[in-house]
């Protein structure tokens, strides 16, 4: 499903309040960033998909709505498939990112195949206060692995609910080192409901979208 991005939304999430429009009708959301692989001579164009996966309830959803519409929901609604587009302009670059937000119960597994197969970076949500959602992100990671061995994308692991931190079942240096091993995964803890470091997950997404195209500095 596409939702429409209204300009009332773009002034909601301070985030986005840089929000400018083109002759389309998708807005381009700037988005400020002191790094330097955004500045070069020329306006590049790019796209990139992002594939959000991981077990049901672990906040995929609250991320993405966090992001794009500063907005956050108590309520948990079952997510089938759904599809968001925002083309972002961050220094020269001009970043499509159409993003995936998938079920987290992956009843339909060809689903689950396609979903990743497509994308160029995946973002993989647990709990931080649910062990078991930690051990499902591995299982899709390897199952990534060995659906894609010439490892042309890059994950980001993504401890979500870190606001629940008094209830944590798993530390983030173990979550880390037990996750990341090459230099493609990155990880972070965030909270949807507090917005930590959401902004800073998106930032990760964008250099790992820009440096797949080889423009890294
Ligand atoms: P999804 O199935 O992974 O898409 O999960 P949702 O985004 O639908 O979130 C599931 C439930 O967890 C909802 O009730 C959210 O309000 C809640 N939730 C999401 N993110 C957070 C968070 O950062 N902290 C806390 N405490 N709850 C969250
Ligand atoms: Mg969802």
Do not use: W
Request: hydrophobic share 35%.
């Amino acid at each position: 499903m596409k939702f429409p991005f209204s300009r009332k939304t773009v002034m909601h999430a301070p985030h986005l309040a840089h929000g400018i429009y083109t002759d389309k009708s998708e807005p381009v959301v700037e988005v400020k960033s002191k790094m330097k692989i955004f500045e070069r001579e020329r306006t590049s164009y790019q796209c990139s998909r992002v594939v959000f996966m991981g077990g049901p309830g672990v906040g995929k959803s609250a991320i993405i709505a966090r992001y794009l519409y500063g907005d956050y929901r108590e309520y948990h609604e079952r997510t089938v498939e759904d599809f968001h587009s925002r083309t972002f302009k961050i220094g020269t670059v001009l970043l499509q990112l159409d993003i995936i937000d998938t079920t987290g119960s992956y009843v339909f597994p060809a689903m689950r195949r396609v979903a990743m197969a497509k994308g160029d970076v995946f973002a993989l949500v647990y709990s931080v206060d649910d062990f078991q959602s930690f051990e499902e992100v591995l299982a899709i990671q390897k199952e990534i692995h060995e659906q894609r061995p010439r490892r042309n994308y890059s994950v980001v692991v993504v401890g979500n609910k870190l606001d629940l931190r008094e209830k944590r079942e798993i530390a983030p240096d173990e979550a880390e080192m037990m996750s990341c091993g090459e230099s493609r995964e990155e990880f972070l803890e965030t909270s949807a409901r507090d917005n930590i470091n959401i902004e800073c997950l998106f930032e990760r997404i964008f250099c790992q979208s820009v440096n797949k195209e080889g423009i890294s500095s």
